[in-house]
C-alpha cells in the first residue's frame, strides 16, 4: 500500500497517461455520431460543463477551500475537466451498452485527471499521499537531551568537529507519540521533524530550532524543508536547524485563522503545547536568536502573527508566501463569524496592526519572500515588509523569480530564508 501511495503523481507519468487517455476518450465519445445535431448536443454539454466548472470553482474561492483564490492554471483544469465530463454524461442516454460502459469509465477518468491536474498546478502534493492527505512517514528517533555545561559566545559552525561516522543525510519522520495538546485540546494532526546529520551523532551539539507551518489545504509535511535544509547540511559539515512542522489547521478544508477561537485554540497549541515539547525533548539553544518561526502560504501567515506578537520566543521570522494576515482571503465571512462584526478586533489580531502597535524590534531577523507571479498575495506582501522594516526587524525581502503559488515558490523561499538565516544561527560565517 505505501508503495501505490509514493507514486509520484506531479513528476512521474501518471498524469501524462490520464491526459493522454483523456483526450482519446474525449475524441471517441465526440465522434458517436456525424450529423450536425449530435455536435450541438455535444458543444452544448461541454459547455454546460465548462459554466459547472467554472461555477464551482469560484464557489470554492469564496469558501476559501483553497486556502486563497485559485492559481490560473485551475481555470483552465477546471473548466476543461467539467466540459469533458459534460460529454461523458450526454452518451449516457440512446446508446449501446458499451458506449454507455466507455462514458462511466471516462467520467471516472476525467475526474481523477482533473484533480491531479490542478494539484499539478501548485505542486505540492507530490505523491499520491499527499494528493489524499494520508501520511505515509514513520516515526523517527529523537535523540536524549544533552546537558550541556553553558551557553557559548563562539558560533557553533566554528567550534563544530563532525565525528567520521556522522550520517550524509539528515532524516525526516513523525515525532514519535506526537505533540501532547495539554494546554490547548487543539485537535492537531501529527507533526513531522527533520533532524539533521549534526543531530544524529552519538554526542550532538544544541542545534537552532525552527517552527513551520504549511499552507491550507496542506499537511505537516517536514519533506519540503527537510529537502531545502539538507542541502544546506551538505555544504555546513553536517549543521543545519531542527525543523519542527506542526499543524495549525486540525482539518485541511478549515483555517483556525492562528488564534484562539471557536475553531480551536491554535495559538495555545503552538505557543504552549509546541514551544513547551520542543524545549524539554530536543537539543536545540534556548535562545531567542536561534529560534524562528517559518510559514508557507496560510502558515506564513501565522509566522508573521507569531514573529511579531512573540518576539521574546522567536528572534526570526520567515513568511514564504504568506497570506497578509490570518483570514485574509475569507476576510468579510471571519469578521462576521469570529469576530462577531467588529472591525477593530480584527484589525489588532492582523500582523502589521502588532507590529506598528509594538513599534521596536530591536534584535528580530525577518525574511519575506514572494513568488514573482503570485497576482493574489503579492499586494499582501508588498504592504508588510515595509511595516516590519519601519518597526524595526532587520528585513530581507525577495520575488522569487518565474515563481507562481506553488513548489517553486516554497522551495525558493525557503532556500532564500536560510541563506539569510545561516549566519544569524551561527551556522556559517556569512557573506
Known amino acids: 500500500m505505501n508503495l501505490l501511495l509514493s507514486i509520484d503523481v506531479i513528476d512521474g507519468p501518471v498524469l501524462a497517461i490520464l491526459g493522454t487517455l483523456s483526450i482519446a476518450l474525449v475524441i471517441y465519445l465526440l465522434l458517436r455520431g456525424r450529423d450536425a445535431e449530435w455536435f450541438v448536443t455535444a458543444g452544448a454539454a461541454m459547455l454546460v460543463g465548462a459554466l459547472v466548472g467554472c461555477g464551482l470553482l469560484w464557489i470554492v474561492n469564496v469558501g476559501g477551500l483553497l486556502g486563497g483564490p485559485a492559481d490560473r492554471g485551475v481555470w483552465f483544469w477546471a473548466p476543461a475537466g467539467f466540459a469533458a465530463i459534460g460529454l461523458a454524461v450526454v452518451n449516457l442516454w440512446h446508446a449501446r451498452w458499451w458506449r454507455v460502459v466507455v462514458a462511466v469509465v471516462a467520467i471516472l477518468v476525467f475526474t481523477l485527471t482533473t484533480f491531479l491536474g490542478v494539484n499539478a498546478v501548485y505542486g505540492i502534493g507530490r ?140 495559538e495555545t497549541y503552538v505557543m504552549t503545547d509546541v514551544v513547551g515539547w520542543a524545549r524539554s525533548h530536543l537539543n536545540i539553544q534556548q535562545g531567542r536568536d536561534a529560534w524562528t518561526v517559518a510559514g508557507y502560504s496560510n502558515g506564513g501567515a501565522c509566522a508573521a502573527y507569531f514573529g511579531s506578537k512573540h518576539p521574546d520566543v522567536f528572534g526570526n521570522l520567515l513568511d514564504v508566501s504568506g497570506v497578509e494576515y490570518p483570514g485574509a482571503e475569507t476576510s468579510s465571512i471571519v469578521l462576521d463569524q469570529i469576530f462577531d462584526g467588529d472591525q477593530s478586533a480584527f484589525d489588532a489580531v492582523k500582523p502589521a496592526s502588532i507590529m506598528r502597535a509594538t513599534g521596536d524590534y530591536p534584535d528580530t531577523v525577518a525574511v519575506f519572500t514572494m513568488g514573482q507571479y503570485d497576482e493574489e498575495f503579492r499586494p499582501g506582501y508588498e504592504r508588510l515588509w515595509p511595516v516590519a522594516k519601519a518597526a524595526g526587524m532587520r528585513v530581507t525581502h525577495k520575488l522569487i523569480i518565474g515563481a507562481g503559488h506553488g513548489l517553486e515558490a516554497l522551495d525558493g523561499g525557503l532556500d532564500e530564508g536560510f541563506r539569510v538565516l545561516y549566519p544569524r544561527l551561527g551556522l556559517d560565517a556569512g557573506e
Not at 236 to 247: E, M, N, Q, R, T
Open 127 to 266: 505523491t499520491l499521499a499527499a494528493f489524499l492527505h494520508v501520511s505515509t512517514a514513520s516515526p523517527v528517533a529523537i535523540p536524549s537531551v544533552v546537558p550541556t555545561p553553558g551557553a557559548s559566545t563562539t558560533p557553533l559552525y566554528q567550534r563544530w568537529k563532525p565525528p567520521k561516522d556522522m550520517p550524509a543525510h539528515g532524516t525526516v519522520g513523525l515525532v514519535p507519540g506526537g505533540i501532547p495538546n495539554t494546554a490547548s485540546g487543539f485537535d492537531a494532526r501529527p507533526a513531522q521533524i527533520y533532524l539533521p546529520p549534526a543531530a544524529l551523532v552519538a554526542d550532538p551539539p544544541e542545534l537552532p530550532l525552527v517552527i513551520m507551518m504549511m499552507g491550507q489545504p496542506g499537511d505537516p509535511d517536514a519533506s519540503y524543508i527537510g529537502d531545502v535544509l539538507d542541502d544546506y547540511q551538505a555544504q555546513h559539515d553536517g549543521l543545519a536547524p531542527i525543523a519542527l512542522v506542526v499543524d495549525q489547521l486540525g482539518d485541511p478544508f478549515t483555517d483556525p485563522l492562528c488564534l484562539n477561537t471557536e475553531r480551536g485554540q491554535v
